[in-house]
């Protein structure tokens, strides 16, 4: 009996803990043309370790991603998705990544300062 009881005590210490995991929500610009870009721009940022969702939106150019921030934190986020291939608030694509993308997800760079 004691062995359940303190077994139970510590699952009651522990649980809390996991509960205080913190989930971000952020959004910002990615540069993207179409469908194929939504698609490479979530894979690349649900690829990040602690990433629970990403929704590129076509029209804004915005992406919503929410995060646990204990896991990774936003700068990760958009690096991966540089590497993809796309600008977006703070990195630059890799000029030889970008120009590797098909013809219909080429989007304006003349405005995006390099790191």
């Not at 005590?9 to 610009?29: G, R, V």
């Not at 029209?59 to 991966?80: G, H, P, S």
């Not at 998705?81 to 694509?93: E, M």
Request: glycine share 6%.
């Amino acid at each position: 009996m004691k062995r359940i009881m303190l077994s139970f005590l510590t699952l009651l210490l522990i649980a809390p803990m996991a509960m205080f995991a913190q989930s971000k929500t952020e959004k910002f610009e990615v540069k993207g043309q179409c469908g194929m870009c939504e698609k490479r721009i979530e894979k690349a940022a649900k690829s990040v370790e602690g990433v629970t969702s990403a929704d590129w939106n076509l029209e804004t150019k915005m992406l919503v991603v929410t995060f646990d921030d204990t896991k990774t934190q936003l700068d990760n986020i958009q690096k991966a998705i540089a590497k993809a291939g796309h600008d977006n608030g703070k990195h630059k694509a890799p000029d030889e990544v970008y120009d590797k993308l098909p013809g219909c997800c080429k989007y304006d760079r003349s405005d995006v300062k390099k790191e």
